[in-house]
């Protein structure tokens, strides 16, 4: 395999698969294909392996007759730093998890360590599930940048705005600025990109809201924030606003192509016309919803309607998993359930869900969520001959209904390996050391363990 014919052309890298599946065009399969990667971390090409093998060498082959390889997993809403509150109150609505347990234990205990350390063994989950670009919203935006980097993760970091005083900041105004100047330090990071994060519509005043769009059409940034998660978000709205959240949102001139909503589980068919309108795009986090019997998104009300809707986990503390691959299998199941049609999010619409669309919402598509040439080398090895997997017969149905993060062999970030899984299911990661994860798990359940005695 190494004897190139004298006029090969030299690349970095070499990806052979039993199959590709590169998500564009949707539902395609690639057999015995390889994937060439530059020097500078893009794919070069995409072909047949027979032809590959003729056409250019590399130092660095990689050899996958078991596996499919997938663009990365996109999560689209998180909280990666609630990963060491994962947990920590489990089977309550989500007001009284809020008030009662939550937002309590996150007075006393965040801090920019505690989001640095949440943040990276939430990096850590991710990243060996697949997942190798999340979107984020919580305190301290520049540890959870730091976290991403260090891990070899791409992030869009939300920088997260309410009213109340924090650790982190006074009011809203002084979120904002303080989020913009860390925006400002990292802006020339490859792999870091930001979003304007007001929590929701009962944490943020109208005149905050103004001031995010303002901020958000000058510097061309996201605005990601919760919405129309409970029923109770749209009473209080009713009663303190006289209409209905989005409603509100629209008449101040928030949404548009940059806007992303987490949740959309109660929605009404006008207001999701209302969103294709607008070019929303919809974070789906459908174990977080069930879990805090939310309820269900609409999800075929809402691709019918032609609002672009994509896959997040949510917070461990709400979920208790950042695994992409539980939440793709879920948002099959509970379309279909919920809709009564059981073609509803075939699984190839669930893998896109998972990557290609998560891309478009957070305006990276040129660059992520396919494997196509041009784009960056964000790509996922999964091994499907384990025996509680088998037989496979169609390669997208397996990583959607049957296979699992734990079948995940290698990620590699912009051409470049962040993890890897060993024989014996040890996984290897390029830049966090096991034992650091294990300090900060031991440590922060000790001092957090008090505030429930």
């Not at 890298?13 to 998500?23: F, G, H, K, L, Y």
């Not at 980097?149 to 920088?159: C, K, P």
């Not at 950042?322 to 699984?347: C, H, I, N, T, Y």
Request: aromatic fraction near 6%; glycine fraction near 6%.
């Amino acid at each position: 395999m190494n004897d190139y014919p004298a006029e090969a052309q030299a690349v970095a890298s070499i990806i052979e698969a039993r199959w590709v599946v590169p998500v564009v065009p949707l539902g395609t399969v690639l057999e015995q294909h390889s994937v060439i990667v530059d020097a500078a971390g893009r794919i070069q090409d995409i072909l047949p392996t027979i032809d590959a093998r003729l056409r250019y060498r590399a130092t660095q082959v990689v050899v996958l007759d078991e596996h499919v390889l997938i663009p990365g997993l996109i999560n689209l809403h998180t909280h990666a730093a609630m990963t060491l509150l994962r947990g920590f109150a489990d089977d309550q609505p989500l007001m009284r998890w809020l008030n009662e347990f939550i937002w309590p234990a996150e007075k006393r205990f965040v801090s920019e360590k505690f989001v640095r350390d949440g943040s990276l063994l939430g990096c850590a989950e991710m990243l060996a599930g697949g997942t190798t670009c999340f979107s984020d919203m919580y305190f301290y935006p520049q540890a959870v940048a730091e976290a991403a980097l260090q891990s070899g993760m791409r992030a869009n970091v939300g920088l997260v705005v309410m009213e109340f005083a924090t650790s982190y900041a006074r009011d809203a105004e002084d979120y904002l600025q303080k989020g913009l100047q860390l925006r400002d330090a990292w802006r020339d990071q490859p792999l870091l990109s930001a979003s304007l994060a007001p929590h929701a519509p009962y944490t943020v005043e109208d005149k905050t809201f103004e001031n995010v769009v303002t901020y958000a059409e000058q510097l061309g940034l996201n605005i990601h924030t919760h919405l129309h998660e409970t029923r109770t978000e749209l009473e209080e709205s009713l009663k303190r606003y006289g209409v209905r959240p989005l409603q509100r949102l629209e008449s101040l001139g928030v949404l548009g192509p940059n806007f992303v909503a987490a949740h959309g589980v109660h929605l009404e068919a006008s207001e999701m016309q209302v969103l294709a309108e607008h070019g929303c795009h919809i974070a789906h986090c459908p174990a977080s919803n069930l879990k805090l019997a939310s309820g269900i998104a609409p999800v075929t009300a809402l691709r019918q309607a032609g609002v672009n809707v994509a896959i997040g986990t949510d917070g461990a503390a709400s979920n208790n998993r950042q695994d992409m691959f539980a939440e793709m299998r879920l948002a099959a199941l509970l379309a279909k359930g919920a809709s009564g049609d059981a073609a509803s999010v075939s699984a190839a619409e669930a893998l896109a869900m998972a990557t290609i669309n998560a891309a478009r919402a957070l305006g990276h598509d040129a660059n992520i969520g396919s494997l196509e040439i041009g784009k960056v080398a964000d790509m996922v090895a999964v091994k499907l001959s384990a025996t509680e997997i088998q037989p496979c017969f169609n390669p997208i149905s397996q990583l959607v209904y049957s296979a699992g993060r734990e079948h995940v062999t290698q990620v590699w970030v912009a051409g470049k390996l962040q993890y890897q899984q060993l024989e014996g299911q040890v996984g290897i990661f390029a830049n966090i050391e096991p034992a650091e994860l294990k300090e900060i798990s031991t440590i922060w359940q000790a001092q957090l363990s008090q505030s429930l005695a």
